[in-house]
């Protein structure tokens, strides 16, 4: 069974920063095209950046261009989430999604492993 796991959320203020992290158990992250989403309480989730499983271009949405970066550490299994100068309207849940094709992928339908989610906070 496969375990995305989010880590790294919690309070911060508004200007401030936080990364996310992103690991899984019995995958290799690596080999999987890997999202960033998240959900604000009462809207639908949305894609906040996302990146093939090659090297290659990656997307952010236009709200958090130029204020979050993902990157990937293969060596650790990992794929973080640094978000920096961090807005009120950033407040959500945050999730780590791995899809198996090897494209770049917007949508959360294209997406098979999920994580249980990790809560921003961020106070003005």
């Known amino acids: 069974q496969v375990h995305v796991v989010e880590s790294g959320g919690g309070l911060v203020q508004a200007g401030g920063s936080l990364r996310l992290s992103c690991t899984a158990s019995?995958?290799?992250?690596?080999?999987?095209?890997i999202g960033w989403f998240r959900q604000a309480q009462g809207k639908e989730r949305e894609v906040v950046a996302c990146m093939p499983s090659a090297v290659g271009q990656t997307y952010y949405a236009s709200a958090i261009k130029d204020r979050f970066t993902i990157e990937r550490d293969n060596n650790k299994n990992t794929v973080t989430l640094q978000m920096n100068s961090l807005k009120p309207e950033d407040m959500a849940v945050y999730y780590c999604?791995?899809?198996?094709?090897?494209?770049?992928?917007?949508?959360?339908?294209?997406?098979?492993?999920w994580g249980q989610g990790t809560q921003v906070t961020v106070s003005s």
């Open positions: 019995t995958i290799t992250l690596e080999y999987y095209a």
């Open positions: 999604a791995a899809s198996d094709g090897p494209l770049l992928y917007k949508v959360p339908n294209r997406y098979i492993y």
